[in-house]
């Protein structure tokens, strides 16, 4: 991969060529994560891959994920004749869109759908992972057993409250006895029925 940066119509433009492959898509962001925080201005950068040679489909989803982590001011517009990642054919065409005022809102638009993107595969994922490929007979089962369990423990933590009550109570009644007693003695003492020890 060879990179060239250089200034078109007054847009950053940054040329790959030669091969490009999935390992090199990782130094590339970082590259433009560098661009975009090193100076203000650069927040318009056209990525032109129309020379480089795509390595395989690994790339292409990476390069689809290259947005990832610039900054949210950033537009990037990639010119590539492969429409699957690119949104522009050429880089003048690339360069003519950031011209327009829809530019930004076309980023912004990309960046939304590929979070979009993401977000339904982790929810395919999570409830993929909740049914863990049970059937609907099975799911039905363990809920069951759940709502089991849960009353099965409301009917413990019933019958531990009460224990410890009644504990509880024990104690109090006992506490009362030997207060008791002990008035007892004192009391028979002073009558002089019991020899003071």
């Known amino acids: 991969m060879k990179l060239k940066l250089e200034l078109q119509d007054g847009v950053t433009v940054l040329r790959v060529t030669e091969e490009l492959s999935v390992a090199q898509v990782a130094v590339l962001r970082a590259g433009l994560i560098k661009i975009f925080g090193q100076n203000t201005s650069k927040k318009n950068v056209v990525l032109d891959l129309c020379e480089a040679t ?114 509880s109570a024990n104690r109090a009644v006992n506490m009362q006895m030997a207060q008791i007693k002990r008035s007892l003695i004192i009391v028979l003492q002073q009558q002089g029925v019991l020899e003071i020890t």
Request: hydrophobic share 45%.
């Open 54 to 167: 795509i390595a395989d489909s690994a790339t292409e989803l990476a390069l689809l994920q290259l947005r990832t982590g610039l900054v949210a001011e950033a537009v990037l517009i990639i010119a590539s004749p492969n429409k699957a990642f690119a949104q522009a054919a050429t880089a003048a065409e690339a360069v003519q869109q950031l011209g327009s005022g829809l530019a930004g809102l076309q980023s912004n638009e990309f960046r939304l759908k590929q979070r979009l993107s993401q977000l339904e595969a982790q929810k395919a994922a999570i409830l993929g992972k909740a049914s863990g490929g049970i059937s609907d007979a099975q799911f039905l089962s363990l809920r069951r057993e759940n709502s089991d369990l849960k009353r099965s423990v409301r009917e413990l933590e019933s019958l531990m409250s009460q224990v410890l009550s009644k504990r």
